[in-house]
């Protein structure tokens, strides 16, 4: 018998047919003699609406109503999967945030969750109901609904996984597992029967959008067994797992990107000590995110040009910061692309094996393609290339690394 | 300063527009230096939705569930009357069932509220903020959510008014008060200033639809003072309170009428003294209401007949019982009419004035309507007549009992 916690994201509880389909999953589970835990999104679609509804007015002062507001979708959708279990026979039990608790700070929309009274949930396993716990939302010490961001539910299920010690957290969504890289442009991608943690979480920061970023935080720092599965087939998946031996031996892993890539170059800066906080420091305080920084001599020898990445969407933005800053931050003149796109190749294997950039830098050459900025992490290695070129530079890699689909 | 429930029901809810118009209502009290505490269904037509996707399953085998999806209607409303507030200025603070707490029995889809924690309100309007609760709601022993069944609103305000011992509970409706008679029928039906609690408990119970006769129970017993008013308007409604003198000077205080009446007469009954029983407990068990109930002797004065009224839609079934126990209740035949309505005079005076019955019924036979079954209480006369007399029985018995508008 193992203990599982089975996570059901919004569009696989998106009606009620898919409602009937999921609760298959989980009688499947409960027959093959396992004990579950059920988490759940709301309805694919609820939250948007919810959301509309809130954005009539200023959600930053209304955050408490917001979370008031959004957090009904899963009270909507636990309630439906518990008269769809009882349907088919499985005595279920939906549980809201507060009646768990899942008690969280109190910082509404984005909360953090910091215990989960996870002796209710025991108890009711032990009473031979299924827990069926509405994901994304839990209580504030003042009792406030507050919700969790972005891919709450995975990380409530990942959570609340850790908090009863299930032996495996899966998480169902609409596509059936990592892949080594997007599908819909690398044909010959392939699906990985297991990923580390530190890769999928490169992975989830660079774009591949199957698992937010904190889930797998959370299920690193607390050792939790994370399936990413298909609702619709229910087959095995791609297990999140803490790195072994064996993965080391995979130079790469996987190559993600992400298009909506701009780079900023400020050309012959006066060099000098304070400059890189002259530059993001104004930049932040609009919230602008800034991703790669190259910083490299110019073109008289003495000065500097200082290049760096933002979202598209922020471009605008940031060279009006820069305009304003440029007194300050005294450089010449502004060059901006907007057509850029961020490749990253990941695996454990490069913190072991040498030469891997070199094998990406002259796989890309081989192809012209060109590279305008490089960054690297220990496990990661990313490129800014032109937009146009990213279906010919993944192809390209997927080969070079040996990753493809036989 | 007064302390004064605001309720607003779903129509004064409907939109935002007809939200930002019930803060308007909230903002004059708070300016005529009241204690302001509201209380609000869900929004119009929420409440159906949530319903209609609750039926997508049989709904007394999942009351719980019932329970937890339709309550999020008022979760919404409440939220977004806060957001409201909080633009014109005003503080206020969403409450739902179990943050108050309503604690209420365990009886799901009709629960009774069995104690408010008021300390948790008050502590609120002495912070200078405006707690808007949710209706409809409560939690159960177990941190269930329940709700209190149709017109369950009305029944959480006066609660809640009689937990803070507000001085008035104002229910803000669609309609501008109480009046002596369906103004949709009769034109010169007029607006009660003020009406006593049992004159309300009749017309509630005999098809005025606007406000439930649990509300009115729960007014009476704690001497709530109600004003039922427009939320279009805001202007004076009619206040519910305690009788005083000069209402029992008026014979009448109104006509209510309800038009989905049928009866049944079981000819020819061998009188025995189980028949009632023999006839109304298969009724019972089925969920079928009686209503006015008549015997007489029968045609070779040695049986009975028996005449009883339920609503139309229950006729099929009621006859269908009856047939299923003919030999038991041992009747000859069966004679129904379901083209009949009920007619009602109802006025604290009738217990000390005598004559009101014949006055009522000279009054219809000098326009030749005919009554089938006349049943009384202390404080109503009632008579079924043929429905498409309504009209006429309505006007002339408003113009007899000297109800007319001038």
Known sequence: MQ???????????GSISKIIKACELIEKEIKNGNQVIVVSSAMSGDTNKLVGLAENFDISKNKLEYD?????????SIALISMALRKIGIVARPLLGWQVP???????????????????????????????IAGFQGIDENNNIVTLGRGGSDTSAVAIAASVSADRCDIYTDVDGIYTCDPRIVSKAKKLN?????????????????????????????NVTVQVLSSQTGQKGTFLIKEDKKMENELVSGIAYTKDEANITLINISDNPGVAAKIFIPLSKKNINVDMIVQTGSENGKNINFTYTVSRKDLKQAILVMEENKNNINFERIITNDSLAKISIIGLGMRTHTGVADKMFSALASENINIHVISTSEIKISVLINEELVKKALETLHTKFELDNN
């Open 3 to 13: 203990r599982i916690v089975q996570k059901f994201g919004g569009t696989s509880v």
């Open 194 to 222: 297991k990923i580390s943690y530190e890769e999928m979480l490169e992975f989830a920061s660079l774009g591949a959008k199957v698992l937010q970023t904190r889930s797998v935080e959370m299920a690193m720092r607390h």
């Open 102 to 132: 899942i008690l969280c700070n109190n910082n509404h929309i984005e909360a953090k969750i910091n215990n989960i009274e996870s002796n209710n949930i025991l108890k009711i396993i032990e009473n031979k109901e299924v827990p069926i």
């Open 68 to 76: 008031m507001i959004v957090s009904t979708g899963e009270q909507v």
